[in-house]
């Protein structure tokens, strides 16, 4: 018999199994908990709980290590594209040649959205939000596909993956198109996954459009570096919807709902937005002693994880592509001076260092968005394109894995034990 962890409770010595994963941390199985002694366990906001099994991504957040199916990533954003790593989260293995050039092929079969779906984007104000009409866009899919939702065949599964995979970047990019009232843009297949929505997003019927090939290099590598994150906020939303057998389509969209909040996925923006607003290296230290103040709710946003407690390695590449990006298309913005600035007090301060608060992703993916041309508002839609792939690859696992049961969690009950209904005449 392995390892047993043992809990005393109620006169009673009970044991339970510690299950090892290939690395990580080892976990208690209490599963049967309830059932011997009648308790639930309780950690809010899951700190302390492995909610699946998973062999998609592993991090150690102390020592501030990503990895996709064992690859660092690191390497995927030097060496991999966007794609290739799209198939790696999907299937398990990098593809050879033949493999990635069918599976890109197939992606790029499915880059068009049905006309009708089209009619849906003048339901909505001029001035909606990108994320408001992804949620409400990509959960209207369901209503499309039918043809791809039974969930318990492994092949349409497979399809409506590939559907959302591809069809994410027309849809975030006719968000824009809408918003500054210029017409749609039908896909290129012709293009690159990234070249592709770049042209949609920034190309006019008028014009042949343009791309550096160092900012689609640029593009793809953020593409690459939000692919996937093990069990966050938002695949972790994924996954619940999923647990009761809800179409892809649905989940999906409940993932991009989550993704939303400042927390999350919305802290791209709002990094952004707080480094303008910070504006001059003067003034660095004022919100600095504001984040540190446990009387005002301001945060340095792009800053601290759940899961770091070192620098996100994510972070390091970013820092590396705004420099890239900077010196393809002969910019500079001072936002960037104010952001390593910024990073370089709090890594000296004792209130960041004791709590091992670092840079995350978002702290510098938004002076590249920037400065290639993307408003604040559509930062955290790159956001839910770049990581459907991972959302469908873990919603997959899920639905394959026979044991896999609806989730429900359980509670503390604080509220008022049973009373009797007086009418309203006698309250
Ligand atoms: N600025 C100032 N103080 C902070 C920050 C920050 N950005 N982040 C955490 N802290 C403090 C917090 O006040 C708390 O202090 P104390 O222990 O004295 O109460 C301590 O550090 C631990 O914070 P927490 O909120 O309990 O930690 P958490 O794991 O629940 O939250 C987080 C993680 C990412 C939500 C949080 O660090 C945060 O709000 N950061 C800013 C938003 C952000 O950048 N989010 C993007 C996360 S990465 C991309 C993604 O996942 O989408």
Not at 129 to 143: E, F, K, T, Y
Not at 159 to 187: C, D, E, N, W
Request: with cysteine; aromatic share 10%; hydrophobic share 40%.
């Amino acid at each position: 018999m392995g390892e047993q962890a043992k809990l005393s409770v109620g006169g009673k010595d009970i044991a339970y199994p510690v299950l090892s994963g290939s690395i990580g941390p080892d976990v208690v199985d209490i599963r049967k908990l309830y059932g011997d002694t009648g308790l639930f366990t309780y950690d809010p906001g899951f700190t302390s709980t492995a909610a699946c099994e998973s062999a998609i991504t592993f991090i150690d957040g102390e020592e501030g290590v990503l990895l996709h199916r064992g690859y660092p990533i690191g390497q995927l954003a030097e060496h991999s594209s966007f794609m290739e790593t799209c198939y790696l989260l999907l299937n398990g293995e990098l593809p050879g040649k033949d493999e990635l050039t069918s599976f890109t092929t197939t992606i790029s079969r499915h880059t068009m959205v049905h006309e009708q779906l089209r009619q849906l984007y003048q339901g909505f104000r001029r001035d909606a939000h990108p994320m408001a009409i992804m949620c409400g866009v990509v959960g209207a899919l369901s209503a499309f596909y039918h043809d791809s939702t039974d969930i318990a065949d492994p092949e349409h599964r497979k399809i409506s993956s590939h559907r959302l995979i591809a069809k994410m970047p027309t849809i975030a990019a006719m968000a824009y198109k809408y918003s500054v009232g210029q017409p749609f843009m039908h896909p290129d297949n012709s293009l690159s996954y990234t070249g592709n929505f770049m042209q949609m997003t920034f190309g006019v019927p008028a014009e042949k459009y343009e791309l550096h090939p160092a900012v689609e290099k640029a593009m793809d590598r953020i593409f690459i570096l939000h692919a996937d994150h093990e069990q966050n906020a938002s695949t972790s939303t994924v996954r619940l919807a999923g647990s009761s057998g809800a179409n892809p389509f649905a989940c999906i969209a409940a993932g991009i709902a989550c993704l939303w909040g400042p927390a999350h996925g919305g802290a791209n923006e709002a990094a952004l937005n707080m480094l303008r607003e910070i504006g001059t290296v003067d003034r660095i230290p004022h919100y600095i002693e504001r984040a540190k103040d446990k009387n005002d709710p301001f945060r340095l946003m792009g800053f601290g994880h759940r899961v770091y407690k070192n620098y996100d390695p994510r972070a390091a590449v970013m820092q590396k592509t705004v420099r890239e990006v900077f010196d393809a298309l002969k910019v500079k913005d001072p936002v960037f001076d104010v952001a390593l600035e910024l990073e370089h007090m709090a890594l000296n301060d004792p209130y960041f260092i004791d709590k091992k608060l670092f840079p995350n992703v978002d702290f510098y993916s938004g002076i590249i968005l920037s400065a290639i041309g993307f408003p604040t508002t559509m930062f955290t839609a790159l956001f839910a394109l770049a990581r459907t792939v991972g959302w469908v690859a873990q919603w997959n696992e899920m639905i394959s894995d026979p044991y896999q049961k609806i989730g429900r969690p359980r509670q503390l009950y604080t509220g008022a034990p049973e009373r009797d209904y007086v009418p309203v005449a006698k309250r």
